[in-house]
């Protein structure tokens, strides 16, 4: 979900031969994010049960993974599969976007895998660099609200489908002794940029498609766009306690936790989360849906992207079984068990798929084509940028006109 900066060489290793008897041996290592943990497992004993030489050694990390990722690939110590980023900016860079590393040489080309052919074009440029693909798409999820529906059957209330339904939402949660949206608007590496990516899909992205060319080009301008129409609907939100109490305390998982105990009834997140509050409320039902911006239901794109991708790291020292294991993800089974681990669609169409009923609103937009992806920025300081600014907007430090500047100076700083 970030750019990067410095520039880096190019260039890509090919993956060592197979043993002589044509047989998948050895041990294979990764690392997770320890969120998935119970998820990721059964598939690894499933690759494992198919391959009996190959033994998975995965390793599961909490917090920044991006950056334990970074400091192995910097020292050497990166294992042989790597949970990247999709998409990024070629030459630069401590990120782990895709495009970036394999820019700069650290990914195996797995272009000879046939699965490969198989990845439908709006996801080509997430994982794909110069024509070569650099990793397993995995899924793709939704970047939307998730709701309680248990919570909001008892109270009596609906999913919104136009922003004045959300302000009434916000009205009526209030009065319920709840509140709306769980926010982790604290959480400075991710929180605040949610609800904006949500609902810029319907105010910027899907009414104007060049936005989506601009923003990697370096020529877009946020005071002029949808953006400033998202920011003065958030401080709105805000002002209408749509967020409840303590929302710039509040972390991404902490905003989980008040969904599942029925505090608040939705969370603007990306759909993989919906997991971790099941877990939490295992007798309530959850439900994903698109964060209208505008007061015509019609006007609705959803956010889309890829969640993790896995690549094969260029120096892997077990690159044949590594490669074996992207080969068994990209199998039938494999794709719906993965896709639902992650509660998100498959990337990879498959045929009789059938969406999880928490997900069945958002597959109609993925099959109708009235999403957007995230936009691509021409460097690394826009991402914080937004984050830390709106936090200083809502905090009551800045004005719309001054947020929407302080983000522009970040994306001009890095445009060559």
Known sequence: MTGSLLAGCSGSASPAPASSDGKITGTVTGIWDSTFKDSIDPIAKAFEKKHPGVKMDISYQGGDLGGVLSTQLQAGTAPDLLITFPGGTPGAGGGTNVVTLASQGRLLDISSSAWTKTIPDQW????????????????????????????????????????????????????????????????????????????????????????????????????????????????????????????????????????????????????AVIGAVEAKAPKDSFVFAPMPATNNAKDTFATALLGYTIAVNAKAKNPVAAQAFLEFLSEPDQIAKHAAAFAALPAIPQKGYKAPAALEEFAKYIDAGTFTKLPVWPNAATQPAINQSIQSMLLGNDTVDGTLAKIQAAYDKGVQ
Request: charged share 20%.
């Open 124 to 271: 080509k440029s997430e994982v794909d660099y110069k024509g070569k693909t650099y990793a397993y798409p995995g899924i793709a999820q939704g970047m939307g609200a998730i709701y309680n529906q248990s919570t909001l059957d008892k109270l009596g209330l609906k999913i919104p489908t136009t922003i004045d339904e959300v302000y009434t939402l916000c009205a009526a949660a209030k009065k319920a002794g709840v509140y709306a949206y769980a926010q982790g608007l604290g959480d400075a590496l991710s929180g605040p940029q949610m609800l904006s990516y949500a609902q810029t899909a319907s105010l910027v992205y899907g009414p104007h498609p060049d936005a989506a060319k601009q923003t990697p080009a370096g020529t877009f301008n946020f005071a002029k766009s949808g953006w400033k129409d998202q920011l003065e609907i958030y401080k709105k939100m805000q002002d209408k306690g749509c967020f409840g109490e303590g929302a710039l305390g509040r972390d991404r998982n902490q905003g989980g936790d008040e969904v599942a105990a029925g505090k608040a009834l939705g969370i603007v997140d990306v759909s």
